[in-house]
T-cell receptor
Framework: DTAVSQTPKYLVTQMGNDKSIKCEQN?????MYWYKQDSKKFLKIMFS???????INETVPNRFSPKSPDKAHLNLHINSLELGDSAVYFC?????????????FGQGTRLTVV | AQRVTQPEKLLSVFKGAPVELKCNYS??????LFWYVQYSRQRLQLLLR??SRESIKGFTADLNKGETSFHLKKPFAQEEDSAMYYC??????????????FGQGTILTVHP
């Protein structure tokens, strides 16, 4: 039983399209994240939600809009996709209990914009 | 601003040799540091955290506040250790609580 699951695993789309990536966790965590891994494998946080409330919003174009319908789900919607958006996007979740902040990651969604 | 640096992008060793993956950090508060590992075709997962002071799969990492380092070490590398390793710093303060800042990653290859 998967702890953090993302769909789809692969996504190929044309420039200008709008797409969504879904994420669900069954760990009972109260905090969820989106990370972006670029072509050089560099991982950088994009967003963080705690109990459906946005708490971290790094410098990300406003074409990216996260949505958290409940604390077990954090979806990422991307408008007007650009070539530079091609990357692997990782969802993760954790608790906010100090000393127990292990982040559990999804398997990643490889987005290719053509 | 917090920062994590892994100076080696690629590291190759032979089976049975010692291995050290370097990690340096800059952070104004009290750091909470982790090593995450991504094996081929698997998801990113926690390897160890400095708070636990544990050895996982033969790996250890000691936090050196004087040198602001958290190097990962293993005395005898195994082929199954080949993976991408990320050093990460957890932001335990303020509104950025929970944020992980990752280093650039080190690809470790252990040759037979």
């Amino acid at each position: 039983d998967t702890a953090v699951s993302q769909t789809p695993k692969y996504l190929v789309t044309q420039m200008g399209n709008d797409k969504s990536i879904k994420c669900e966790q069954n760990l009972g965590h109260d905090t969820m994240y989106w990370y972006k891994q670029d072509s050089k494998k560099f991982l950088k946080i994009m967003f963080s939600y705690n109990n459906k409330e946005l708490i971290i919003n790094e410098t990300v174009p406003n074409r990216f809009s996260p949505k958290s319908p409940d604390k077990a789900h954090l979806n990422l919607h991307i408008n007007s996709l650009e070539l530079g958006d091609s990357a692997v996007y990782f969802c993760a979740s954790s608790t906010r209990q100090y000393g127990n902040t292990e982040a559990f990651f999804g398997q990643g969604t490889r987005l290719t914009v053509v | 601003a917090q920062r994590v640096t892994q100076p080696e992008k690629l590291l190759s060793v032979f089976k049975g040799a010692p291995v050290e993956l370097k990690c340096n950090y800059s952070y104004s508060g009290s750091p909470e540091l982790f090593w995450y590992v991504q094996y081929s075709r698997q998801r990113l997962q926690l390897l160890l955290r400095h708070i636990s002071r544990e050895s996982i799969k033969g790996f250890t990492a000691d936090l050196n506040k004087g040198e602001t380092s958290f190097h990962l070490k293993k005395p005898f590398a195994q082929e199954e250790d080949s993976a991408m390793y990320y050093c990460a710093l957890h932001n335990a303060g303020g509104t950025s609580y929970g944020k992980l800042t990752f280093g650039q990653g080190t690809i470790l290859t252990v040759h037979p």
